[in-house]
């Protein structure tokens, strides 16, 4: 919970990893691409204030017990949701799996929700492994990584037949949140990887799902939010956002918040801090103390106010993962309100 | 120890100043994303270009390898040419295939289906849109019912007649300012337009924002970019 001039906002971080990308975790052959990764999001951090910056050995492995201190101690979190990321071919023992994350989240209970991620390539025996993990770890969502490499392939599309059995799989087993994350190879290497017509259509197929587009469709915001307003089951997902924006590029922060809000609306945004790319503090204070800047280019958007920067901070994801919210930080009165958008000609 | 030919050298930056990155509609000059270049007394020309992660997309990368050929080639005098993409998990690939003139699916043998002209007229497509948005906004009228001519000259407007002569759409002053770029016709919903094209620039700048940080922070530069953020 943070509070701030007597508000009190209920902080959900619906983006958090616990990873050992450590050298000793790198498989063989294929530590080019195991530092590639690691030393990629570690640029990324450099994108939020000086002060925040890690050295590289800590980014590669940190301890459970800082991670317990940046996110629920000093962080304001009140609840964080693990979104794995497996990266098998380049970490022996994966890059931030389910099972680390599910222990973690076992030695701190209510602290934590875990999501699972599951690979239509990984066929029978997958779907098997993927409906005891959603037992054994009570799970209510997955987090795809499309561009994840596996052998030869360069990763896969939500519109594949096989991923459609593990979507159904999904609604049977109340798995209801889909969060989406797109990387840049995928086949064939000459199309568009972050292309969201696949969550289009797989939206549109499935509307006992919804859709979270992790670090809102970046850098393909445009698509994603022209897709998101024909499909009420789409949500953006503000990693990335928040954590490469607010502090970097002020401007554009202001920018990209205003057309989410003209597009999608208050109801559809969902806070992450993507730890450890970047620590939560920062980005929940610094949330809560901006708005939207004077400026002739910021014309079409209004200001944010306290309960829209509540829901964004905790209410939405609280509301799809149903998390029970203190009656102290519920709204008064808790609309969902459509966002101003443009109709359908 | 090769002496750097100041003229050849500027001859070969400003060639290089006319690659963009597709995606972000910039050029590599300004990008930051000429890591070195140099010609030798000879006549020799050696540049390394460099991206902002090592797991950028490869089909932009490639693009704008081969881009940095074709134009560098195209500089008098030069006695050779070793352009190189460096740091990035495809640029062995990258490199032999454009080294070699070949396209993007003999280079990526197996991995790819097509040569990447739909992509690329794809992001042009994009840069019409924010091109739009760029002129249409200091504007202070509504553009709908305005021809290019009826907008006073800029850098911007130039550089919108540039994306849609491109794209081979009609670009003289007698020729609509609002124009969709995908069917060449005048929108029929100028407001849906005008706010589709400013969502469109909105993401690419801030993209461009992204990759400058990252590109920044990846190769610790310090210099202050350009007053974009």
């Not at chain 2, 930056?13 to 890591?35: H, N, S």
């Amino acid at each position: 919970m943070y509070e701030k001039d007597g508000e009190k906002y209920f902080v959900v971080d619906a983006h958090t990893h616990f990873w050992d990308a450590s050298p000793e975790n790198w498989v063989e052959g294929q530590e080019e691409y195991a530092k590639g990764w690691i030393e990629c999001f570690h640029a990324y951090q450099g994108l939020g204030p000086k002060e925040t910056h890690w050295p590289i050995d800590r980014f590669q492995k940190y301890s459970e017990e800082l991670m317990m201190h940046d996110l629920f101690e000093v962080g304001h979190v009140d609840k964080a949701i693990f979104q794995p990321t497996n990266l098998r071919q380049w970490y022996k023992a994966g890059f931030n799996t389910t099972e680390n994350d599910g222990a973690l989240a076992e030695k701190h209970p209510d602290k934590f929700l875990v999501n699972t991620t599951f690979d239509p390539r990984e066929g029978d025996a997958g779907m098997k492994a993927f409906s005891e993990r959603v037992k054994r770890y009570n799970c209510k969502g997955v987090k795809l990584y499309t561009a994840e490499w596996r052998g030869g392939s360069r990763g896969w599309s939500l519109k594949d037949p096989a991923a459609a059995r593990y979507l159904e799989k999904c609604e049977e087993l109340g798995v209801t949140n889909v969060h989406i994350h797109k990387g840049p190879t995928i086949w064939p290497l000459d199309k568009d990887a972050f292309d969201v017509s696949d969550v289009d259509q797989v939206a549109t197929s499935f509307q006992g799902l919804n859709f979270i587009v992790e670090h809102v469709g970046l850098p393909r915001i445009e698509d994603f939010c022209f897709m998101a307003t024909q499909e009420r089951n789409v949500y953006a997902g503000l990693a990335v956002v928040v954590g490469g924006l607010m502090h970097a590029r002020p401007k554009f922060f202001a920018k990209v918040m205003g057309e989410l809000m003209f597009w999608l609306g208050e109801d559809k945004l969902i806070f992450g801090a993507d730890y450890a790319i970047w620590e939560p503090k920062w980005q929940v204070e610094g949330f809560v103390d901006w708005n939207m800047p004077a400026d002739d280019e910021l014309s079409d958007f209004p200001p944010l106010t306290v309960d829209q920067k509540k829901k964004i901070l905790g209410l939405n994801a609280a509301r799809l993962y149903d998390i029970d919210v203190p009656e102290e930080l519920k709204l008064a009165d808790p609309k969902n309100v459509e966002p101003v958008g443009v109709p359908n000609s | 120890m090769t002496a750097v030919v100041t003229g050849a050298r500027a001859a070969v930056w400003a060639a290089l100043g006319t690659v963009r990155d597709p995606e972000l509609d910039e050029p590599l000059t300004d990008l930051g994303f000429v890591a070195r270049c140099e010609v030798s007394d000879a006549g020799h020309a050696v540049v390394r270009l460099r991206l902002p992660t090592y797991f950028c997309a490869p089909n932009f990368a490639f693009l704008m390898v081969a881009d940095a050929y074709d134009a560098v080639a195209g500089v008098p005098g030069l006695t050779g040419l070793d352009i190189r993409l460096d740091d990035h998990f495809a640029s062995d690939v990258i490199n032999r295939g454009v080294a070699a003139r070949q396209g993007f699916v003999a280079s990526f043998e197996g991995e790819a289906a097509d040569e990447l002209d739909t992509l690329r007229y794809d992001f042009v497509r994009k840069a019409v849109l924010a091109g739009t948005d760029r002129v249409c906004r200091s504007l202070g009228r509504d553009p709908a019912s305005l021809t290019l001519g009826d907008v006073p000259p800029s850098a911007d407007l130039d550089r919108l007649r540039a994306r849609r002569r491109e794209l081979g759409l009609p670009a003289e002053d007698g020729d609509p300012l609002l124009l969709d770029p995908a069917t060449g016709t005048t929108p029929a919903d100028a407001k849906r337009y005008l706010a589709f094209a400013r969502l469109t620039r909105t993401s690419m700048e801030a993209n461009s924002g992204v990759c400058r940080g990252m590109l920044r922070a990846r190769y610790a530069l310090t210099s202050e970019e350009e007053g974009t953020g």
